[in-house]
């Protein structure tokens, strides 16, 4: 099973970080140095399927497990992210039950869904070398998360939860407030107010919920909270954090 499902299914408190540069030794450096899950953010960091594919396979060779976020829902693109081999996959702004249950659908094969058809020649199915792959581990290894990030979604969240398929509610506080005229205003009473709401509702519904570390909360308030899968730094902070470190260590070496 993929192993990233497996460990949530065991209940463990999964942590990881993201890959916006499209750059596989980038990733690699993260997997090497305490970061063994990665999250290629397909919606706002640089690349393509391709770029996505060669991350994931620094990722995979360094004894890491991958995340994609992929851009959008669009059926074609999750038909060809499914082919290559993803089987972990975040979709971003999905705000009714209906869009999560198209998502759902499309990435499995009948009769669970519509997926199209190529197994013995993808990627996934190590090019037909795992001849169960359509019948039962396609299924079985896909963890599929769908980001809650506007406030329609916190008024659709049970419902959202419910759908077959779907494994995990994944938080987005920048864009939620965003959603409600509060734009990198997180710590609002209001944003904060919804967070709590998203917080309770999934509770109630049983579901699994993920995020960023981030509006007023780090890692050990998130996993009290409940949270079962949060992602901090990128690999774009990190270096930028580093740079300014090392530029800062130099300037006061040479003061007079």
């Keep these: 099973m993929n192993s990233i499902k497996k460990r949530l299914m065991a209940g463990e408190f999964v942590t990881a970080a993201w890959a916006e540069l499209g750059s596989p030794d980038n990733a690699e450096i993260l997997v090497r140095h305490g970061w063994p ?17 060669a991350v994931a396979r620094a990722v995979e060779a360094a004894g890491g497990d991958v995340v994609l976020r992929v851009p959008d829902g669009n059926e074609s693109l999750l038909k060809r992210v499914l082919d290559r081999g993803f089987n972990s996959i975040i979709v971003p702004q ?4 209906k869009q999560a249950r198209e998502i759902a659908e499309a990435c499995r094969y009948p009769g669970l869904g519509r997926r199209g058809y190529a ?4 990627r996934a199915s190590h090019f037909g070398a795992r001849p169960n792959y359509a019948r039962t581990e396609a299924h079985e290894d896909l963890l599929l998360m769908v980001q809650c990030e506007h406030v329609e979604a916190v008024d659709n969240l049970a419902e959202i939860a419910a ?4 494994d995990m509610l994944f938080v987005g506080p920048n864009d ?12 609002e009473a209001e944003p904060q107010s919804l967070l709590k709401r998203i917080e309770t509702s999934a509770k109630g519904a049983g579901a699994a919920l993920g995020t960023i570390v981030g509006a007023g909360r780090g890692w050990a308030q998130l996993r009290d909270l409940g949270y079962r899968f949060v992602i901090g730094p990128n690999d774009v902070s990190l270096l930028c954090a ?15």
Excluded: C, F, Y
Excluded at 37 to 53: A, S
Excluded at 176 to 187: F, N, P
């Design 176 to 187: 939620l407030s965003g959603s409600i005229d509060r734009l990198e205003r997180m710590m």
């Design 94 to 97: 999905v705000n009714s039950a």
């Design 163 to 166: 759908v077959k398929g779907i």
């Design 242 to 256: 580093g740079a300014t470190q090392a530029a800062k260590e130099r300037d006061e070496a040479l003061k007079v």
């Design 119 to 122: 197994a013995p020649i993808v």
């Design 37 to 53: 899950v990665v999250v290629i953010d397909g919606e706002h960091g640089i690349g393509d399927l391709e770029h996505w594919v």
